[in-house]
C-alpha cells in the first residue's frame, strides 16, 4: 500500500494540513483562516484556542479526503510541523489553559521596554546579547514579549510565583496539546523555534543562564530543545491518533529545507505575510555585523551537527496587499493587484515603505511607519500596485547585500516561494533589483515540504538528505535580470531616500502606560 508524510502548517494568517506523497507531491490538503485581533495600534494577537482548534479542523477534513481516496490514517508514517516563529503562548500546566492570547511576532507593544531595558543593563550592550543568542535587540523575539507578559499580566505572574507557567512558541503549543496536554503531554521546542527567542545559546544549543537571568525567566518555565528531525511522540487525539510527530521547524527555516538549500550560500526568499531571506552558512554560526540574525537552519537528528543560516526579514511584504484590500478597498483579491501593477511600465516616481510596524533587518528601525513618497498628479492606483511589490523587492536588495558583505560569499540565485512570488511581475522587479537569477517551483507548499522532510527523514520515509534532490524539481520559473544599470540604481537610490524619510516618524517622547515597566 502507498505511504505518506503528513504536515501540519501553522502560519500568521492561516493554517494547513497537507499530505505528501514519497515524490513531495501534495495528495490532498485542508486550509482554515485564523483570525487576528488587533486590540490596541502596534498589538497583534491570536486566540491560543483558535490556533489548536484551526490545526484539529485541518487534519479532521483533510483525513476524510483521504479516507474518500482510499487511504486510512496508518498510511501516514509521520507528521513535521512547521509554524509562525516568535509568536508566543503563556497557559497554565495544571489546568492547560492559555493565561493570554499569543503575542504574535509583529507585535510592538514593547518598542520603549526595548529602549529601557538597555538602559537599565548598562553591563548588556545590544553586542551581548548578539554574542550569544545571535540576534539584534528588538520587539520581534519572544523575550520582550515574555517580559511584558510577566509584567502586565497577574495570571502569568501568578503562575510563575507558582512555578506552572509554561512558555513556548506555536510549535510548544501544539506539541503539547496533540500528544495529550495535561495529560502527559509533551513540552518541547525544536533547534530552530528556539534559536528564535532570545532565550538560547546559539552555538550550545541550549537555553542561556545569562539571558534568562537578564529577562527574569526562569528555565523551568521553557520547554526542553530537541533536533528537527527525531521521533517525539505521538498524537493521542484526532484521526491521527497513534501517529509519530516525528519533525518540527520554524516556518523560514522549513521553506529553506524545503527548497533544498543544502549547501553554503544557497538562499531562499519567503514572499509570505512578511517576508524572510535565509543563506546557508553550513556549522559554522557567523556573526553578522551588517543587521542581520545569526539562527540555526536545520539539526536533523539529536546527535547531528546543526546547520546555520544567516537571516534577514521583512515586516510586511503580503500583508501590504492584504492592506489594500481590508484598508482600502483597491482591490478584492491579490490576483487584482497584477493586474493593476501591469497597466503601467514602472512605479511612476511612486515609492511605498511598508513600515506599518517599523522596518526589520537590515534597518532595524521600529521608529519607522509606513509612507507613500512621490505622489504627483500622474500618479494612480496603478503606480500604487505596482510600488506595493516592489516595496518587498528593494527590501530583499537590502538584506542580499548585508549577505554578501557578512558571508563573502557571492549569491547568484534567489530560490522564491510564498504568496507574491506567483506574481511573475514581482519575481522579475526581483530579479532585476538584486541582479541575480531567481527560481520558483511549480509546487508552492515549499514550507509545508520541508517539515514533511524532516519528519520522513526520522521514520525512514527518505533515508538520507540525497534522496531528497530529485523532488520538486519540474516547472522551475526562472527569471533574469534585464534591467540596465543606471535605471536599477536610480531606482534603489530613490527608495533608500524614502526609507530614510519613512525613519523616527514616532517622536521620541510617544510613549504609553501600557508599555511602562
Not at 483570525?35 to 484556542?49: I, L, R, T
Request: hydrophobic share 35%; with cysteine.
Amino acid at each position: 500500500m502507498p505511504s505518506f508524510i503528513g504536515a501540519i502548517d501553522q502560519g500568521t494568517s492561516s493554517t494547513r494540513f497537507l499530505v505528501f506523497d514519497h515524490e513531495g507531491k501534495v495528495v490532498t490538503f485542508h486550509h482554515e483562516e485564523v483570525k487576528q485581533h488587533f486590540p490596541q495600534a502596534g498589538w497583534v494577537e491570536h486566540d491560543p484556542m483558535d490556533i489548536l482548534n484551526s490545526v484539529l479542523v485541518c487534519i479532521e477534513e483533510t483525513m476524510k479526503k483521504m479516507k474518500a481516496m482510499g487511504y486510512s490514517p496508518e498510511d501516514i508514517k509521520g507528521v513535521g510541523i512547521t509554524n509562525q516563529r516568535e509568536t508566543t503562548l503563556v497557559w497554565d500546566s495544571e489546568t492547560g489553559k492559555p493565561l493570554y492570547n499569543a503575542i504574535v511576532w509583529s507585535d510592538t507593544r514593547t518598542k520603549h521596554t526595548v529602549k529601557k531595558f538597555i538602559e537599565s543593563h548598562p553591563g548588556h550592550s545590544t553586542d551581548f546579547y548578539r554574542s550569544i543568542s545571535g540576534l539584534p535587540v528588538s520587539t520581534y523575539f519572544s523575550a520582550f514579549k515574555v517580559h511584558w507578559l510577566l509584567h502586565k499580566v497577574p495570571a502569568v505572574k501568578d503562575a510563575a510565583e507558582a512555578g506552572t507557567l509554561r512558555i513556548g512558541t506555536v510549535d510548544t503549543w501544539l506539541i503539547y496539546n496533540l500528544t495529550g496536554g495535561v495529560n502527559g503531554g509533551l513540552f518541547i521546542t525544536d533547534v530552530t523555534n528556539a534559536s528564535r527567542t532570545m532565550f538560547m545559546d546559539i552555538n550550545k544549543l541550549e537555553w542561556s543562564d545569562e539571558l534568562c537571568n537578564a529577562f527574569g525567566v526562569s528555565k523551568s518555565f521553557l520547554p526542553n530543545i530537541v533536533s528537527s528531525s527525531e521521533i517525539y511522540g505521538e498524537f493521542t487525539t484526532s484521526l491521527l491518533k497513534g501517529v509519530p510527530i516525528s519533525g518540527c521547524l520554524g516556518d523560514q527555516q522549513a521553506a529553506l529545507v524545503g527548497q533544498k538549500c543544502f549547501n553554503i550560500g544557497d538562499v531562499k526568499n519567503t514572499y509570505g505575510t512578511g517576508c524572510s531571506m535565509l543563506m546557508n552558512t553550513g556549522n559554522e554560526a557567523i556573526q553578522s555585523t551588517h543587521g542581520l540574525m545569526t539562527t540555526v537552519a536545520y539539526q536533523f537528528g539529536k546527535d547531528a551537527k546543526p546547520c546555520y543560516a544567516l537571516e534577514g526579514s521583512i515586516a510586511v511584504a503580503g500583508a501590504a496587499v492584504r492592506w489594500l484590500r481590508d484598508n482600502f478597498g483597491i482591490i478584492s483579491g491579490s490576483h487584482e493587484l497584477d493586474e493593476l501593477a501591469a497597466k503601467v511600465e514602472d512605479n511612476g516616481g511612486v515609492y511605498f515603505v511598508t513600515a506599518f510596524s517599523g522596518l526589520f533587518a537590515p534597518y532595524w528601525k521600529s521608529g519607522s511607519r509606513g509612507a507613500i513618497l512621490g505622489l504627483t498628479q500622474y500618479a494612480n492606483k496603478h503606480h500604487l500596485a505596482r510600488a506595493t511589490y516592489e516595496s518587498t523587492c528593494f527590501q530583499t536588495f537590502a538584506i542580499l547585500n548585508a549577505m554578501r558583505r557578512d558571508s563573502g560569499q557571492e549569491i547568484n540565485v534567489i530560490k522564491a516561494d510564498g504568496g507574491l512570488s506567483k506574481s511573475q511581475l514581482c519575481m522579475q522587479f526581483q530579479s532585476d533589483i538584486v541582479g541575480v537569477r531567481v527560481e520558483r517551483p511549480e509546487m508552492k507548499e515549499t514550507t509545508a515540504l520541508g517539515a514533511a522532510f524532516a519528519a520522513g527523514l526520522a521514520v525512514g520515509f527518505w533515508k538520507e538528505i540525497g534522496d531528497l534532490t530529485g523532488i520538486n524539481n519540474d516547472h522551475i520559473h526562472c527569471y533574469s535580470p534585464s534591467m540596465d544599470t543606471a535605471t536599477r540604481d536610480k531606482q534603489i537610490n530613490d527608495w533608500e531616500r524614502a526609507v530614510e524619510r519613512s525613519s523616527e516618524w514616532l517622536p521620541h517622547e510617544d510613549s504609553s502606560a501600557e508599555d511602562s515597566d
